[in-house]
């Protein structure tokens, strides 16, 4: 089956304290990106990856980090995460032969940090 | 940056009622595509737009893409139940990078 993968789905943490969410997807997609999802603003992008090795930032990526080691993975990676770091993320793909237009969408991670 | 800005921000309908929202941008944008998201997953896309003035259908959903490239809209017709969600509108950023923007969202609920 198609699918966007991401772990943990949920995620409790305290102020500093470093973590990883990460993201796998089986369509041999080149274009990967990551998302928050805040109450009234939308999804904003955080980081995306046209392919291995090649990253670049988003709207938001201030206290964050990506890698892109292999095609199929692309960990978040949050070095200090900060209680403004509370949020719902999503990790998405993409083919980007003519543009990065549809999207497939993991099922989200929500992290919350006290 | 660009922005996309959705109206309604929310909606409350009886079932079988028409629904219309919009996306509109201060920018240009090339690509319009509009997705939903079903409580507690993802967005999933419905309908991708190409080219000014494009009108196309997915049953009983329908979108536009506006003559000036600025806006977008999403009309659904005779709405059911499962139509409740949040529908973004998004695209392809216009600024030479490979940036996506999604709008803030409209949020359907549906009265049976």
């Known amino acids: 089956e198609a699918q966007v993968t991401q772990n943990p789905r949920y995620l409790i943490t305290v102020t500093g304290k470093k973590l990883t969410v990460t993201c796998s997807q089986n369509m041999n997609h080149e274009y990967m990106s990551w998302y928050r999802q805040d109450p009234g603003l939308g999804l904003r992008q955080i980081y995306y990856?046209?392919?291995?090795?090649?990253?670049d930032k988003g709207d938001v990526p201030e206290g964050y980090k990506v890698s892109r080691k292999e095609k199929r993975n692309f960990p978040l990676i949050l070095e200090s995460p900060s209680p403004n770091q509370t949020s719902l993320y999503f990790c998405a793909s993409s083919f980007v032969a003519g543009g990065p237009y549809e999207q497939y969408f993991g099922p989200g991670t929500r992290l919350t940090v006290t | 940056g660009q922005q996309l800005n959705q109206s309604p921000q929310s909606m409350f309908i009886q079932e079988g009622e028409d629904v219309s929202m919009n996306c509109t941008s201060s920018s240009i944008f090339n690509t319009w595509l509009w997705y939903k998201q079903d409580p507690g997953e993802g967005p999933v896309l419905l309908i991708a737009l190409y080219k000014a003035g494009e009108l196309t259908s997915n049953g009983r959903l329908t979108a536009q893409f506006g003559i000036t490239r600025k806006d977008s809209f999403l009309n659904i017709s005779a709405s059911i139940p499962s139509d409740v969600g949040i529908y973004f509108c998004?695209?392809?950023?216009?600024?030479?990078?490979?940036?996506?923007?999604f709008g803030t969202g409209t949020r359907l609920k549906v009265l049976a």
């Open positions: 990856s046209m392919n291995v090795e090649v990253t």
């Open positions: 998004a695209g392809p950023s216009f600024s030479g990078t490979y940036k996506y923007i």
